[in-house]
Each structure stands twice: as structure tokens, then as C-alpha cells.
Nanobody, 124 residues
């Protein structure tokens, strides 16, 4: 059984940083592209960042470029989202997800597996 478990969320002041790890079990981790998604209150869930199985390529939504970094450690079956210069508009529940297709992760469609999410709240 595949499990994705996010952690690292919490309350942070505007301009601060957080690092979200997502650990995976029950799947051949390096064969899956991974994505970080977020869902703000009253809005739909959207993709924030994506990374290929080997970590060689990454993609970001425009609103987080230059502030967020996705990375992975396949020896630890973990993907990370480093978030810097956080702003109140970044407040959301953050989810990690896995799919064999990097293209599908970028599109945010048909993900095979989802974590349960971790809440990030950025105060003014």
C-alpha cells in the first residue's frame, strides 16, 4: 500500500520560511514524478511544483518561482518543498502527490497517489 505523508506545516510570519518534507512508502519512489499542490480556503487545488523521478527537471507555477524549491532524495524516499519569502497568499493546505508521468504532474491531472496534506498559515 502506497502512503505519502507530508509534514512541516505550521504558522509563519510573512517573509519567513518553511520546509515541507513528504515521505513515501510502498512504491518504487524513483520511478514516480512528484508534485506539490496547494488548496487555499474556498479555492481549487492547484499544482505548485513538480519534479521528475530522477530529480533532473523541475517546474513551478509562476506565483512561486524564485521563492520555492522542490527537491528529492531518492535514498530517503522523500520529496521536499523549500518555501522562502512566504506571503499571506501562500496560506493553504499543501499536498504531495505521485504519478509515473511527469507531464501529468505538471498538468495536475490524474495523480496516482495523494498525501493527506499539511496546513501552512502565513500571517501578516
Amino acid at each position: 500500500q502506497v502512503q505519502l505523508v507530508e509534514s512541516g506545516g505550521g504558522l509563519v510570519q510573512s517573509g519567513g520560511s518553511l520546509r515541507l518534507p513528504c515521505s513515501a512508502s510502498g512504491c518504487p519512489f524513483s520511478t514516480y514524478a512528484m508534485g506539490w499542490f496547494r488548496q487555499a480556503p474556498g479555492k481549487e487545488r492547484v499544482v505548485v511544483a513538480a519534479i521528475t523521478g530522477d530529480g533532473s527537471s523541475t517546474r513551478y507555477t509562476d506565483s512561486v518561482k524564485g521563492r520555492f524549491t522542490i527537491s528529492r532524495d531518492n535514498t530517503k524516499n522523500t520529496v521536499y518543498l523549500q518555501m522562502n519569502s512566504l506571503q499571506p497568499k501562500d496560506t493553504a493546505v499543501y499536498y504531495c502527490a505521485a504519478d509515473p508521468s511527469y507531464r501529468m504532474v505538471i498538468l495536475g491531472r490524474g495523480m496516482d497517489y495523494w498525501g493527506k496534506g499539511t496546513l501552512v498559515t502565513v500571517s501578516t
